[in-house]
């Protein structure tokens, strides 16, 4: 069993940038797929950016990149998501996922793990 907890959410005004980190209780971290996702309120949680197993792919929505960037630390067992420039269409719940061996699918369906999610509030 695997447990995300992410953590760095907050209300920032638009142009910001925040931090998010997402801890993995897992011995084998490195062999995860790591995903960032989005859901706003009324609406399907979506894919915001990936990470592959071995860390030589990344993938980002379209209108995350030059913007937002995923990556880790596997000697502290976590995954980041910095985003910078932030708009009020950012604001959503963000949730992190993993894949054991994973290519850092976009799609929800592919990863096993979740953490609860941490809100993030763009004000204009």
């Known amino acids: 069993q695997v447990r995300l907890i992410e953590s760095g959410g907050g209300l920032v005004q638009a142009g910001g940038s925040l931090r998010l980190s997402c801890v993995a209780s897992?011995?084998?971290?490195?062999?995860?797929?790591m995903g960032w996702f989005r859901q706003a309120p009324g609406k399907e949680r979506r894919f915001v950016a990936a990470l592959s197993w071995n860390g030589f792919r990344t993938q980002y929505e379209d209108s995350v990149k030059g913007r937002f960037t995923i990556s880790r630390d596997t000697a502290k067992n976590t995954a980041y998501l910095q985003m910078n420039s932030l708009k009020p269409e950012d604001t959503a719940v963000y949730y992190c996922?993993?894949?054991?061996?994973?290519?850092?699918?976009?799609?929800?369906?592919?990863?096993?793990?979740w953490g609860q999610g941490t809100q993030v509030t763009v004000s204009s």
């Open positions: 897992v011995r084998t971290f490195s062999n995860f797929a």
């Open positions: 996922a993993a894949d054991q061996l994973g290519d850092g699918s976009y799609y929800l369906r592919e990863y096993e793990y």
